[in-house]
């Protein structure tokens, strides 16, 4: 069993920063890559960033203010979000593609998801 566990989500107001963390725990397995989506109330989940061995991609509407990173020795994925609007209010979904060493099979994990909210 694979665990993802998210924090640093909170509120702040506009133009403001925050960082996201995300560790894997659980059970062996390999990563390939980790990453961020979120969800606005009424909306559908919205891919953010991903990192995965040698690249980093964006979705469009944060590509500039938002930057991910991993620590590959702790299995942790950061997302620091710069310049925050009202519209990046959501809940942020941490998630990992990877392979499970038990069974040898590849899948994604998501974790339980942090609320930012960005309002003055």
């Known amino acids: 069993q694979v665990q993802l566990v998210e924090s640093g989500g909170g509120k702040v107001q506009p133009g403001e920063s925050l960082t996201l963390s995300c560790e894997a725990s659980?059970?062996?397995?390999?990563?390939?890559?980790m990453g961020w989506s979120r969800q606005a109330p009424g909306e559908e989940r919205q891919w953010v960033a991903e990192v995965g061995h040698d690249r980093r991609k964006y979705g469009d509407p944060v590509n500039r203010r938002f930057s991910v990173w991993r620590d590959i020795g702790t299995n942790k994925v950061f997302l620091k979000l710069s310049d925050l609007q009202p519209e990046d209010t959501a809940v942020y979904f941490c998630?990992?593609?990877?392979?499970?060493?038990?069974?040898?099979?590849?899948?994604?994990?998501w974790g339980q998801g942090t609320q930012v909210t960005v309002s003055s």
């Open positions: 659980g059970a062996s397995f390999e990563i390939y890559s």
């Open positions: 998630f990992m593609y990877g392979r499970l060493d038990a069974t040898g099979l590849s899948r994604d994990w």
